[in-house]
């Protein structure tokens, strides 16, 4: 008894037209996605820009860092002698008139 093999029927490969895709449709969506994506953008600017302004509001005539603040107060009352140390200046003028200029 002799076998037959059968070979399934394949179609022709046709060439890809570009009217399977909806191109004014496609075109629309990206358009419509990068207006959306730009108001995104605008609107979280904005956003950022009002919470800062107010936090900055909130924040005007305070300094931020505390300690370096008062570093920088404790360092002003050391140069001007307000801690009972001699002032910059005078600890200057007092070295010169005891040791005169000396080039």
Do not use: C
Request: glycine residues 6%; aromatic residues 6%; negative net charge.
């Amino acid at each position: 008894m002799a076998e037959t093999i059968q070979t399934s029927d394949e179609k022709a490969h046709q060439r890809p037209s570009y009217d399977d895709i909806n191109t004014p449709v496609v075109v629309m969506w990206g358009f419509i996605s990068a207006v959306l994506t730009l108001v995104t953008i605008l609107t979280m600017s904005g956003v950022y820009n009002v919470w800062s302004a107010s936090v900055l509001k909130k924040r005007e005539g305070q300094f931020v860092n505390q300690p370096a603040r008062e570093q920088v107060v404790t360092q002003m009352n050391i140069l001007n002698g307000q801690d009972g140390s001699v002032p910059i200046g005078d600890a200057m003028t007092k070295v010169v008139e005891q040791y005169g200029k000396s080039h």
